[in-house]
Nanobody, 123 residues
Framework: QVHLVESGGGLVQAGGSLRLSCAASRGAISSYGMGWFRQAPGKEREFIVT????????YYGDSMKGRFTIFRDNAKNTVYLQMNSLKPEDTAVYYC????????????????WGQGTQVTVSS
């Protein structure tokens, strides 16, 4: 089991940057694949990126590739999402999650979720 807490969201202007953190207060993230997801109002939750314990990652969504980057720090039991060149369409609640099946494209395989952090990008 792992308990996750996201932080770092807020209000930014278009073109700005944010770094989101996902800290595990229990459980070791080194035992799991980790992922970042987002959900905009009225839309389904979507994959941003998944990260394997070995260090490899897979990015989803052409609009986010090249702008978002995942980092894992096992010593701090934390994963990060660096977001650059933010756009108004990036406005959403951002979540991190852990899975025993790294790189799974099924949301049901991500068993443990944080509470989410709101990111709002103004034009």
């Amino acid at each position: 089991q792992v308990h996750l807490v996201e932080s770092g969201g807020g209000l930014v202007q278009a073109g700005g940057s944010l770094r989101l953190s996902c800290a595990a207060s229990r459980g070791a993230i080194s035992s799991y694949g980790m992922g970042w997801f987002r959900q905009a109002p009225g839309k389904e939750r979507e994959f941003i990126v998944t990260h394997r314990p070995s260090g490899g990652s897979t990015y989803y969504g052409d609009s986010m590739k090249g702008r978002f980057t995942i980092f894992r720090d096992n010593a701090k039991n934390t994963v990060y999402l660096q977001m650059n060149s933010l756009k108004p369409e990036d406005t959403a609640v951002y979540y991190c999650a852990a899975s025993a099946r790294p790189d799974s494209t099924s949301l049901s395989d991500y068993y443990y979720w944080g509470q989410g952090t709101q990111v709002t990008v103004s034009s």
